[in-house]
């Protein structure tokens, strides 16, 4: 079996109210785009994958991946996740075209991925995330429509200038709810500052962070230090009376090994398209359970804060 035909589209759909996420304050988001890549086999099996977009700059990316992907056997799953390696001395993160091939394998053999990838169940526990600042009254009316479709988890988002506003929220919660499970995420592993100031935390104020969230009983502390300050989360760790998570943006097994070796984290978070593809997830896994650490792979989807999408 061969690629014979390599096709990518950009899909954009507008909002119907702009969109602020936490993570980049100051951007109101009034779109979601993703690149589509669509692989065909001479079998005719389709394989689709889809990477995040901002604006149209995978214009191009086509023609720069007809000559690595055209000919190729679809099984050589590897070498793909080589070729994104290689991407990334462009400054390019393709790690996501990887999933492609894992869905042509997945149709030839008429296998679900995760059953090719030696997983047993089809039911996992999963939690409601959240995407913008809200007041706690805003955060209550929509953890109370979540909590009605049977979920009880959540992740919150902390990014006010001063992080004691977001514990309000935080308490509010827990008030409400004694029995709802609470993450949440600092985004700051890959802090976007520019659009309008953006807090960073050192690690004495993650650690009051951190101190204030076991007091509410959370379950995990996510990104809150730079995804390349291994030293800073080392530090964390031995002050978090909480697990810390982070990794959702991290690239490829060296830079979870850090993590790992340094005893850095509780829980690992690599994100299959944007970490090394679902290859290199499914090793990431493998060295963390090696080292007894647990595993919450990252997703992004698009439905923050209504109770039509959890992630
Ligand atoms: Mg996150």
Not at 61 to 77: A, E, H
Not at 247 to 270: C, I, K, S
């Amino acid at each position: 079996m061969r690629i014979v035909n390599i096709h990518l589209r950009l899909l954009e759909y507008p909002l119907e109210t702009p969109f602020y996420p936490a993570w980049l304050p100051g951007y109101p988001q009034t779109a979601h785009r993703v690149h589509l890549l669509t692989l065909e086999t001479d079998e005719g099996i389709k394989g689709y994958a889809a990477g995040v977009a901002f604006m149209r700059e995978g214009s191009g990316l086509q023609q720069l991946l007809m000559p690595f992907l055209f000919g190729r056997d679809p099984m050589q799953v590897e070498e793909v996740v080589q070729i994104a390696r290689s991407a990334t001395f462009l400054g390019l993160r393709l790690w996501w075209i990887e999933m492609a091939f894992w869905d042509i394998i997945g149709k030839a053999v008429g296998q679900p991925v995760y059953r090719l990838l030696g997983g047993y169940q089809e039911r996992v526990k999963a939690y409601a995330s959240t995407g913008e600042l809200q007041s706690p009254e805003q955060r209550l009316d929509y953890i109370a429509e979540i909590y009605q479709m049977g979920i009880r988890a959540v992740k919150l988002r902390f990014h006010h200038w001063d992080w004691r506003e977001d514990l309000k929220v935080a308490e509010a919660v827990r008030l409400r709810y004694p029995d709802i499970e609470i993450m949440v995420d600092a985004n700051m592993g890959w802090r976007v500052a520019g659009m309008a100031p953006a807090p960073q935390w050192d690690v004495a104020t993650a650690a009051q962070v951190a101190q204030a969230l076991a007091e509410l009983g959370a379950r995990w502390l996510e990104e809150p230090l730079d995804k390349h300050d291994y030293e800073g989360y080392r530090r964390l760790r031995e002050k978090s009376p909480i697990p810390i998570a982070s990794g959702e943006m991290n690239q490829d097994l060296h830079e979870f090994r850090e993590y790992l070796t340094r005893d850095a984290l509780d829980v690992l978070q690599p994100d299959v398209a944007l970490s090394g593809g679902i290859l290199t997830g499914k090793k990431i896994a493998a060295m963390a359970e090696a080292f007894g650490k647990q595993v919450a792979p990252h997703l992004g989807l698009m439905g923050w804060d209504s109770p039509r999408t959890c992630s």
